[in-house]
């Protein structure tokens, strides 16, 4: 392909791109092909001639369409969004055209500088503290998700902690204690973090506890729960070297208590404290959160995903460290072929030092097209629109408590529900099997009620309401009109309704509300 073709190639893929947005709407939202239908449509190898562009680009409709699940529909609810945007889609084309490893910063040093910059500028919206910022001893840096952010803090985090235990040893005696103290390392979380921490233990090699949360705690980490698992450690001989705190989990958009966490972990220096704000953090540019990040300054490592909700194109986790050396002093290999006068000088970044790879992408391109584009205000105004239909999307399903149990605290957009089952009046309250209630949410706060343990059928009541909500669930997943998530808290199945995609709107919600409301009446019409 010339220059020419390239020319037309590109103006006809821009044009297709448009109508796609333009029309995604009118789409079915989550695939429903078959396993393996792709290859039946393809032949069983490459063509011996070259193609023409025209013909290649026929296949993206005929046969790459059908097997896409549309995140960029305004009816796509589940999981959390995968923001894409014009800016972001401008960045990725120059990043293409660039294309540089950028390793290190002799390789292309804009790649380098710029993401430093903005990694900068995106720590001061967020109001993270100082300390991670690049002009002390911290800085940021991009990774590819928050799953990648959170095993190089727990590689960084396991070198760190041995390195202290090894402290003024050499030689065998050295081996002989690391492997010692290796072998009693855990990594914490809670029963509502992200999977992202047990895959960390599993690359790192170390072992992994959640700590319980409760309905009556909001599930998050307190204080006093992490309290009483570090000195359950302690007893069992067990050295906790890495702690996953959340500010919106998965499951509920919970955030954990980071004060009180900040406060236990005086007693426990030498435990790396990583915040996992993959979503939720992007709500940090506006300022009515900005005190959700008072305690960070006591934290290690911060990590948000601008390609959730902040209208930035996958990837571009966004990972800050109070102390870069804890990366560099982990990560950095440095064979002869990749020195240089450069990075020998200590005056650049090397951000290969930062990360699990060695080769990264001019992902910082994007971010800055897009902070340029939107500015501080309009992502502010991003955000608080999706809270604001967020608000709306919950007051409906509150309207029809003969219907809809909401199970914890509408947050970031995310409302989570369970579905009543028949013989379950307003004012009777579901309990898991532990019996813990789950509280009916108005306004963010739990109203008194009868919990159906008092009337001695909870197991079984519950056991019903995890049914209906299931065949409800996968009922209007099955007819594709919208998209939805279910989860499992603490032993009651919900559905995730999330109202942050870029181009959703009220009617789109409400849209929702309708489906969820018919087909609740029609599971439980059959029940």
Known sequence: MNSQEFRAAAHAAIDEIIDYYETIDDRRVISNVEPGYLRKLLPSGPPEEGEKWADIQKDIESKIMPGLTHWQSPNFMAYFPASSTYPGILGEMYSAAFTAPAF????????TELETIVLDWLAGMLNLPSCYLSEGEGGGVI???????????MIAARERYLSKACAGLEGEEKMKRRAEVAGRLVALGTTQTHSLTAKGAAIVGTRTSAIPVSFEEDLALTGARLRAK??????????????????GTTGTCATDRFAEVKDVLKDYPDIWV?????????????????????????????????HKWLLTNFDASCLYVKNRRDLTSALSITPSYLQNSASASGLVTD??????????????????FILRTYGVSGLKAHIRNHLRLGDIFANWIRSRPDLFRIVTPPAYALTVIAIVPKGVNSNVRLTNGDGETMP??????????????????????????????????????????IFLTSNVVLGISTIRIVSANPKADEQHLRKAFDILVSTAEEVLGEA
């Open 104 to 111: 290190n910063w002799l390789c292309s040093p804009a790649v």
């Open 143 to 153: 990774q590819g998700s928050a799953s990648e952010a959170a095993a190089t803090t």
């Open 230 to 247: 570090l000195e359950e450690f302690r007893i069992e001989g067990l050295e906790p070297y890495h702690l996953t705190v959340t500010l």
């Open 274 to 306: 990583h915040v996992d704000a993959a979503y939720a953090g992007a709500a940090l540019v506006c300022e009515e959160f900005y005190h959700l990040t008072e305690a960070m300054d006591a934290f290690d490592s911060f990590d948000m995903n601008m």
């Open 351 to 368: 951000y290969r030092d930062w990360q699990i790879p060695l080769g990264r992408r001019f992902r910082s391109l994007k971010i800055w």
């Open 440 to 481: 009916e949410v108005a306004d963010g706060l739990v109203n008194s009620g009868k919990a159906i343990a008092d009337t001695g059928a909870d197991d079984e009541m519950v056991k019903r309401a995890n049914e209906v909500t299931k065949k409800v669930y996968d009922l209007i997943n099955e007819r594709g009109e």
